[in-house]
């Protein structure tokens, strides 16, 4: 009997994952990530605004329990990669937009990935650990604990697998809005890059096709793991000094290198909300909080870390060209 290319692809996958969120930066590099990785991958989102090739979209709305049972009902492997805007986290809305994806995964059986973010830790936590004890910095912070509170809970008591894969800010091809391109690159054609902390001071950074890699590697390893895993992806642990270097040599002219105008952050935030909590997780730029999980690099192993100049590169080269674009 002759099959399908449908059915063949299925047979040759190593199974089928959904992307919540698909058209956000960490749904986009887990789209490509499990697509290089070999498996079946379908996207979810309000629009198919970034498409990859060799996959498939569902369109629905994030809020709608319907429509995420739908964009599931085939996945063994589900990503989270939906994601509000900065002022939008208050008032309950976090917690109600990842409660549709927990009462669509009750009773599945399916694994869900979810990432997790460094804010769960206070300024004092120098060594962030798996075990150590979340207290959040800020109200943020908190809003992130009640959500992993959350997923604790029904993975303990509804019927499906958690796996929290925390890491540091993120940087890649495509994010442009972020700190790269909203802040240290913002006046490149000005002839000035920022440093957002002091030079000699580390900082956690992911780069989004590693971790993508990283969550298909998780999820390929799931019947490994118990009903609740909580894994920190070290990624690049760099000085803002390394960083400035590794851009300008990328950057086609000389720059001066500044600090970063925090105080512009502080004044606009009078008026505007989402610079105003932006403000407000500047703790992390003055300390040093590093992400660390022997146990996830003993199971990730060799290769999956980019290195480190060739991470900035590929961002930043990719950055001033969209800039060029947009230019012209």
Do not use: C
């Not at 769960?120 to 109200?139: I, K, S, W």
């Not at 809005?177 to 440093?195: F, P, Q, T, V």
């Amino acid at each position: 009997m002759l099959l399908s290319i449908t059915a063949m692809e299925q047979i040759m996958s190593k199974g089928n994952v959904t992307i919540l969120g698909s058209n956000g930066h960490i749904g986009h590099a887990a789209m490509l990530a499990f697509r290089e990785a070999g498996w079946s991958v379908t996207g979810f989102g309000r629009a198919n605004r970034k498409p990859v090739d060799g996959t498939r979209f569902v369109q629905g709305d994030a809020n709608d329990i319907a429509a995420v049972k739908k964009a599931i009902a085939e996945a063994d492997v589900v990503v989270n990669g939906l994601h509000l805007r900065y002022d939008q986290w208050g008032n309950g809305r976090a917690e109600a937009q990842l409660q549709v994806v927990i009462d669509a995964m009750s009773g599945t059986g399916k694994t869900l990935v979810f990432p997790g973010t460094i804010y769960n830790y206070r300024a004092g936590d120098r060594v962030v650990d798996p075990r150590l004890r979340q207290e959040g910095e800020v109200p943020r912070g908190a809003i992130r604990i009640r959500l992993e509170g959350m997923l604790r809970e029904a993975a303990e008591h509804r019927g499906f697998q958690v796996l929290v894969v925390r890491a540091g800010d993120f940087f890649g091809p495509g994010n442009h809005d972020e700190w790269y391109g909203a802040a240290m690159l913002m006046d490149y054609r000005k002839g000035r890059l920022y440093h957002l902390g002091d030079l000699e001071k580390r900082h956690s950074w992911a780069y989004l096709p590693d971790l993508g890699r990283a969550f298909a590697a998780l999820a390929d390893r799931r019947a490994e793991f118990s009903r609740f895993e909580n894994f920190h992806f070290a990624g690049h642990w760099v000085s803002h000094g390394q960083i400035m270097a590794a851009v300008q040599t990328v950057l086609p002219h000389p720059v001066t290198v500044s600090p970063f105008p925090w105080w512009l952050l502080r004044a606009v935030g009078l008026v505007n909300p989402v610079m105003r909590d932006l403000f407000r997780m500047r703790y992390l730029w003055q300390n040093e909080m590093e992400l660390v999980d022997p146990r996830l690099d003993a199971l990730l192993g060799p290769g999956v870390t980019t290195p480190f100049e060739q991470a900035v590169s590929a961002t930043v080269t990719d950055l001033l060209g969209n800039q060029e674009k947009a230019a012209a």
